[in-house]
């Protein structure tokens, strides 16, 4: 088994930071890459991807967070890291973390339960 723990979230005001983490532990080999995934509250929303690194350090990041966000990751600790920056009310929602591993099982993806961002104006 893999869980994914997420952590860090909360309320902050409009130009703020927070800096979320998540951790993925368990029945490991090797980690491929660790991403982060929102989803708002509004009706019809679909999760998209925020930022995602691979276990080489490639960065990808989504259009409206360049500049702002910053992924990174320490392969020891099975750790990735979101530092946000210039925090907008419509950067509100729940922050999910998947990890893509490689275990007993094969390769897989496993979620965290996410954790909630709130920006206010």
């Known amino acids: 088994q893999v869980q994914v723990v997420e952590s860090g979230g909360g309320l902050v005001q409009a130009g703020g930071s927070l800096r979320l983490s998540c951790v993925a532990s368990g029945s490991i080999f090797s980690i491929n890459a660790m991403g982060w995934y929102r989803q708002g509250q509004a009706p019809g929303e679909q999760r998209e991807l925020v930022?995602?690194?691979?276990?080489?350090?490639?960065?990808t990041y989504a259009d409206s967070v360049k500049g702002r966000f910053t992924i990174s990751g320490d392969n020891a600790k099975n750790t990735v890291y979101l530092q946000m920056n210039s925090l907008k009310p419509e950067d509100t929602a729940v922050y999910s973390c998947?990890?893509?591993?490689?275990?007993?099982?094969?390769?897989?993806?496993?979620w965290g339960q996410g954790t909630q961002v709130t920006v206010s104006s």
């Open positions: 998947k990890a893509t591993v490689s275990g007993p099982a094969g390769y897989g993806d496993y």
């Open positions: 930022a995602r690194i691979t276990k080489g350090g490639t960065t």
